[in-house]
């Protein structure tokens, strides 16, 4: 019998001990043997240690190479406006993925609309690159755009800055593209905004395009983002796989996982050259935090995609299909039940699929 899988687990700040002991429980069952490594970041862990983002998390993090995530609050008080950003930075966690389909028993008036946004991790409106309008940049930023002739910008004007990388582009784009080929995708829409922001979104763009070429199994095209939201809804079943720069990855994913049900379904996963970190895509839901009333399967089913990623595909496969089961079987929670059917608990839920599990 060879060694367990290492994983790093990050219960998170919230409902997110709640979730990561689900999926920690369903895990343990899927049949591969885990060795986890329990650690905290986020607003609990700069509460108890004063350092939000521990240097020595992410060399356990690297050195494992998994991670499964819970969602995390960033402090007032932390060096940095996100830890979640701040995490996908440290480690170079430049691809997003994030799979929204439909599981049956879920409501939804889109039973088509099952789609895979991949989004790039670099640059972008998420730089950090954000100033109010009292800020010495923000003046800076204001004089030199008059200098050039921009329409006269007054002292309340706040400014944010969108750089996007052809490098880091080209990198995300050959990174999203061979995941499309892996996971037998045949179709990817890359989304922008080029016609309008010519200077960030044409890069991104520009930089998808050169790299199509190199995967001639795939159907590569492109899509206005408003184009692509509107399209979401009227004809989900047009899309298979969105690229998408980090802000539009964000905003359009969020979409996509509403049309198939909810955020409480929603898995995700951040990939890098040297390690990825899994996480539910929800909040932290502070006020149900502690009352077992929050939905697992989002944590659970990014369990799944640790599984998969870590070769372990018939696990993987298993663990969905057991949520697939309890979720057919009106096994829910709070934020799904409806119709009379009496909610579960974040506890009750995971037992409830482990069963289906053995």
Same mark, same amino acid.
């Given at each position: @019998?060879? !060694?367990?899988?290492?994983?790093?687990?990050?219960?998170?700040?919230?409902?997110?001990?709640?979730?990561?002991?689900?999926?920690?429980? =369903?895990?343990?069952?899927?049949? *591969?043997?885990?060795?986890?490594?329990?650690?905290? /970041?986020?607003?609990?862990?700069?509460?108890?240690?004063?350092?939000?983002?521990?240097?020595?998390?992410?060399?356990?993090?690297?050195?494992?190479?998994?991670?499964?995530?819970?969602?995390? &609050?960033?402090?007032? !008080?932390? +060096?940095?406006?996100?830890? &979640?950003?701040?995490?996908?930075?440290?480690?170079?966690?430049?691809?997003?993925?994030?799979?929204?389909?439909?599981?049956?028993?879920? +409501?939804?008036?889109?039973?088509?609309? %099952?789609?895979? =946004?991949?989004? @790039?991790?670099?640059?972008?409106?998420?730089? %950090?690159?954000?100033?109010?309008?009292?800020?010495?940049?923000?003046?800076?930023?204001?004089?030199?755009?008059?200098?050039?002739?921009?329409?006269?910008?007054?002292?309340?004007?706040?400014?944010?800055?969108?750089? /996007?990388?052809?490098?880091? #582009?080209?990198?995300?784009?050959?990174?999203?593209?061979?995941?499309?080929?892996?996971?037998?995708?045949?179709?990817?829409?890359?989304?922008?905004?080029?016609?309008?922001?010519?200077?960030?979104?044409?890069?991104?763009?520009?930089?998808?395009?050169?790299?199509?070429?190199?995967?001639?199994?795939? $159907?590569?095209?492109?899509?206005? =983002?408003?184009?692509?939201?509107?399209?979401?809804?009227?004809? +989900?079943?047009?899309?298979? =796989?969105?690229?998408?720069?980090?802000?539009?990855?964000?905003?359009?994913?969020?979409?996509?996982? #509403?049309?198939?049900?909810?955020?409480? /379904?929603?898995?995700?996963? &951040?990939?890098?050259?040297?390690?990825?970190?899994?996480?539910?895509?929800?909040?932290?839901?502070?006020?149900?935090?502690?009352?077992?009333? #929050?939905?697992?399967? $989002? @944590?659970?089913?990014?369990? $799944?995609?640790?599984?998969?990623?870590? %070769?372990?595909?018939?696990?993987?496969?298993?663990?969905?299909?057991? *949520?697939?089961?309890?979720?057919?079987?009106?096994?829910?929670? #709070?934020?799904?039940?409806?119709?009379?059917?009496? +909610?579960?608990?974040?506890?009750?839920?995971?037992?409830?699929?482990?069963?289906?599990?053995?």
């Amino acid at each position: @019998m060879g !060694d367990p899988l290492r994983v790093c687990l990050i219960p998170g700040d919230g409902v997110g001990p709640e979730v990561a002991a689900a999926a920690r429980q =369903v895990l343990d069952a899927s049949g *591969v043997r885990l060795a986890w490594e329990v650690h905290e /970041i986020g607003q609990t862990a700069y509460q108890r240690t004063g350092e939000a983002l521990p240097e020595t998390v992410l060399e356990a993090i690297e050195e494992c190479g998994l991670a499964l995530k819970g969602p995390v &609050n960033t402090s007032r !008080d932390a +060096p940095f406006r996100s830890v &979640n950003v701040a995490l996908r930075e440290r480690l170079d966690l430049f691809l997003g993925a994030r799979p929204c389909r439909p599981l049956a028993g879920v +409501p939804t008036l889109f039973p088509d609309a %099952g789609v895979t =946004v991949l989004r @790039m991790h670099d640059g972008d409106l998420y730089a %950090g690159l954000d100033y109010a309008p009292g800020d010495p940049t923000a003046a800076a930023i204001r004089r030199t755009l008059a200098e050039a002739g921009a329409a006269r910008l007054g002292d309340d004007t706040g400014v944010s800055v969108k750089p /996007i990388s052809a490098v880091a #582009a080209e990198r995300a784009a050959r990174a999203a593209l061979a995941w499309a080929r892996a996971n037998g995708r045949e179709r990817v829409t890359v989304v922008h905004k080029a016609n309008v922001m010519r200077g960030s979104d044409g890069v991104f763009l520009a930089a998808a395009q050169s790299v199509a070429p190199l995967f001639p199994e795939l $159907a590569v095209d492109d899509c206005l =983002v408003d184009r692509a939201c509107a399209d979401l809804v009227r004809r +989900p079943g047009r899309f298979e =796989v969105l690229f998408a720069p980090m802000l539009y990855g964000d905003i359009v994913s969020d979409l996509a996982a #509403a049309l198939c049900g909810g955020l409480g /379904i929603a898995p995700g996963a &951040n990939l890098g050259e040297r390690c990825a970190v899994f996480e539910a895509v929800h909040g932290t839901a502070p006020r149900h935090a502690g009352r077992e009333t #929050a939905n697992p399967v $989002a @944590m659970i089913l990014s369990g $799944a995609l640790l599984l998969r990623h870590a %070769g372990e595909e018939g696990a993987a496969a298993r663990v969905e299909q057991a *949520v697939t089961g309890a979720i057919a079987d009106r096994v829910l929670t #709070a934020d799904l039940a409806s119709d009379g059917v009496e +909610p579960r608990s974040t506890g009750a839920m995971a037992d409830a699929i482990v069963e289906r599990l053995r």
